[in-house]
């Protein structure tokens, strides 16, 4: 069945990259999310890429999808004390007849001065 | 512009009680969900409705009715409250099918004692 795993903690040194890694099973999926949640709120869409893309950048982050592995990553350049948070991994099949995300468990993002 | 707005955000209920959330959004999106946020889960849909006056079920729907009578309202209902109902609980609404521009509420903490 459908799967998104993530592990589940992740610390780096204020300043330094942060890459964040995901796996999913369902090799169908179109498209394939980044959602950031903070503390005592909802999820907001960091971003996202198209199954038929490999790579997406977007100011300090970038998003590589390896599609042979099934395996989605994360990069925060010059990672700062805001970017303490969950991070969810997430994917929507192509077949599905209403906007159906999975979510992986999400990835809790600390930042050490 | 309020987006998606979820009332109550903190309930305490005892078990066998009954409840509606409300979820209000203010974008005239089509779809709307339900999710159920548990730690080391991820978000596991409840329910979804991609239009007034529909409803469909989740990933896991026992326990949970939901109602849209009117478009720009999602109502989650819990019948008799259970303790494995313990959870935060998160709306969302979306323009149409791709979830590129999911937005969610702040989520609702409920505890079932």
């Known amino acids: 069945g459908e799967d998104v795993e993530q592990s589940l903690f992740l610390s780096v040194r204020e300043g330094d990259s942060s890459v964040i890694n995901c796996t999913y099973t369902?090799?169908?999926?179109?498209?394939l999310y980044w959602y950031k949640q903070e503390p005592g709120a909802g999820l907001q869409l960091l971003t996202y890429?198209?199954?038929?893309?490999d790579m997406k950048q977007d100011q300090r982050l970038t998003v590589l999808l390896n599609k042979k592995d099934k395996h989605l990553s994360l990069r925060i350049a010059d990672t700062q004390t805001g970017d303490s948070a969950i991070y969810f991994c997430a994917e929507t099949p192509w077949y599905s007849s209403a906007s159906k995300i999975i979510f992986g468990s999400g990835t809790r993002l600390s930042i050490r001065p | 512009n309020a987006g998606v707005t979820q009332t109550p955000k903190f309930r305490v209920l005892k078990t066998g009680q009954s409840m509606t959330l409300l979820c209000a959004q203010d974008m005239n999106h089509e779809y709307m969900y339900w999710y159920r946020q548990d730690p080391g889960m991820g978000l596991r849909l409840i329910h979804y409705?991609?239009?007034?006056?529909?409803?469909a079920k989740g990933e896991v729907p026992d326990g949970y009715n939901v109602s849209r009578l009117k478009k720009q309202n999602f109502l989650l209902g819990l019948e008799s409250a259970a303790p494995s109902q313990t959870s935060v609980y998160f709306c969302?609404?979306?323009?149409?099918?791709?979830?590129?521009?999911?937005?969610f509420g702040q989520g609702t903490r409920l505890t079932v004692v």
């Open positions: 369902d090799s169908s999926s179109t498209y």
């Open positions: 890429i198209f199954s038929n893309m």
């Open positions: 969302a609404s979306s323009p149409g099918r791709m979830n590129t521009e999911a937005f």
């Open positions: 409705s991609v239009g007034e006056g529909t409803t």
